[in-house]
């Protein structure tokens, strides 16, 4: 809002016009506009595993009116990581390899094919926010206790490891390599204020033990908390 | 009357001279503006650009407010002068201002700290009126909370 200081008008000046220029000067303190700033929606959060949603294009180039050129949206698609372990192998402890039916490539910045598919899990987003640029958005996982196969057997999630890398990446990870807990909330990241940040999670399983043969599975929710 | 006085002599209306000369140039005197009106209520501050950059530098937020100016030049009415818009260095940090004007005054932008030009010549008539488009620039990290930002109009009198 627009607000003004305790100030000399016009008709306080008139009567001693003659001193004038020494009541001005007297008086600059009163005789200055405060305009006050207000940041408007400051805050913004979009966090992407897997498949995202932008529509109209990349966050970049950014258009003449300062907006970006997509609209970040909601892509309620739950994106799936598996393996499949040999008989023959199955306990032997070579890691295996796990894939993704995700085809997300691209970053939505500016459309770089920044992971691989179906070998690389894309993990990205931005927390906008005004003020100051020290806080950092939380990136959690809610972890099951354990995989789970039709028959109640069990296998714990803390097999299922995970590598962090990008195309022509350099720095460090903002989400970077980890081995799921058994159960339990755990950090998997986090997004410094007003930064793009992205990773590819490339994921594997340690094979190190011999459960039932079956079809296991969980279900990992990922969380962005706002400081 | 020997040497040594003719000089002290010669050079004390010279030192008198230069002194008066630097003062005048300093008078910068603030004008009443009281009579200004904003027409938008609030100055809201938007990111300049949505999206964040991949670095984490650089995040301007903007905001723009349009003021129907009338300063009182009453004190200066058939004299020239130079009037400069002003932006005094304030908390919380550097804060840009950009503006335009229907013509009577002069567009222009500044850094807080520092003042431009907006008019030169003669004054001919008690109040000068122009409408003026304000855009504020101040980075997304300093707007913690509302930032009051303080400017005036000072004449600098020929």
């Given amino acids: 809002m627009s607000s003004r200081p305790e100030r000399l008008n016009a008709c306080t000046l008139r009567p001693a016009l003659a001193g004038a220029v020494l009541l001005a000067a007297a008086s600059t303190s009163v005789l200055a506009y405060t305009a006050t700033l207000t940041a408007a929606a400051p805050e913004a959060i979009y966090l992407q595993v897997g498949v995202g949603l932008f529509t109209g294009g990349n966050y970049t180039p950014i258009k003449g009116?300062?907006?970006?050129?997509?609209?970040?949206?909601?892509?309620?698609?739950?994106?799936?990581?598996?393996?499949?372990?040999?008989?023959?192998?199955?306990?032997?402890?070579?890691?295996?390899?796990?894939?993704?039916?995700?085809?997300?490539?691209?970053?939505?910045?500016?459309?770089?094919?920044?992971?691989?598919?179906?070998?690389?899990?894309?993990?990205?987003?931005?927390?906008?926010?005004?003020?100051?640029?020290?806080?950092?958005?939380?990136?959690?996982?809610?972890?099951?206790?354990?995989?789970?196969?039709?028959?109640?057997?069990?296998?714990?999630?803390?097999?299922?490891?995970?590598?962090?890398?990008?195309?022509?990446?350099?720095?460090?990870?903002?989400?970077?390599?980890?081995?799921?807990?058994?159960?339990?909330?755990?950090?998997?990241?986090?997004?410094?204020?007003?930064?793009?940040?992205?990773?590819?999670?490339?994921?594997?399983?340690?094979?190190?033990?011999?459960?039932?043969?079956?079809?296991?599975?969980?279900?990992?929710?990922?969380?962005?908390?706002?400081? | 009357m020997n040497t040594v006085h003719l000089r002290f002599a010669f050079f004390l209306p010279l030192a008198l001279t230069i002194i008066w000369a630097s003062a005048a140039q300093a008078k910068s005197i603030t004008i009443d503006d009281s009579a200004s009106q904003a027409i938008e209520p609030s100055v809201s501050m938007h990111w300049k650009t949505a999206a964040p950059s991949r670095s984490g530098g650089g995040n301007p937020m903007v905001g723009t407010m349009t003021i129907r100016v009338r300063i009182n030049l009453t004190p200066w009415l058939r004299h020239s002068g130079r009037i400069y818009l002003s932006l005094p260095a304030q908390a919380p940090g550097p804060i840009g201002l950009s503006w335009i004007t229907q013509g009577r005054l002069l567009p222009g932008q500044l850094q807080s700290g520092s003042r431009v030009l907006v008019y030169a010549g003669r004054i001919t008539t008690p109040f000068m009126e122009d409408t003026l488009t304000f855009q504020f620039t101040v980075d997304g990290s300093l707007m913690r909370r509302a930032v009051p930002v303080t400017y005036h109009f000072e004449m600098d009198e020929d």
């Fill in chain 1, 65 to 227: 009116d300062g907006q970006p050129t997509g609209t970040p949206g909601n892509n309620t698609t739950i994106n799936n990581v598996s393996t499949y372990v040999p008989q023959a192998d199955v306990g032997n402890g070579a890691a295996q390899a796990m894939t993704t039916d995700s085809t997300a490539t691209q970053s939505y910045w500016d459309g770089f094919t920044f992971c691989s598919v179906p070998a690389q899990l894309y993990i990205g987003g931005f927390y906008r926010t005004a003020g100051g640029s020290t806080a950092a958005a939380q990136v959690t996982a809610t972890v099951p206790a354990a995989l789970t196969d039709p028959h109640g057997d069990t296998l714990p999630f803390s097999k299922i490891s995970w590598t962090s890398a990008g195309n022509d990446d350099e720095g460090a990870e903002p989400f970077p390599a980890g081995t799921f807990v058994n159960g339990g909330v755990q950090t998997v990241g986090t997004m410094a204020s007003n930064t793009w940040n992205e990773s590819c999670w490339t994921f594997s399983y340690s094979n190190n033990t011999v459960p039932k043969s079956g079809y296991y599975s969980g279900t990992v929710t990922y969380t962005m908390t706002t400081p």
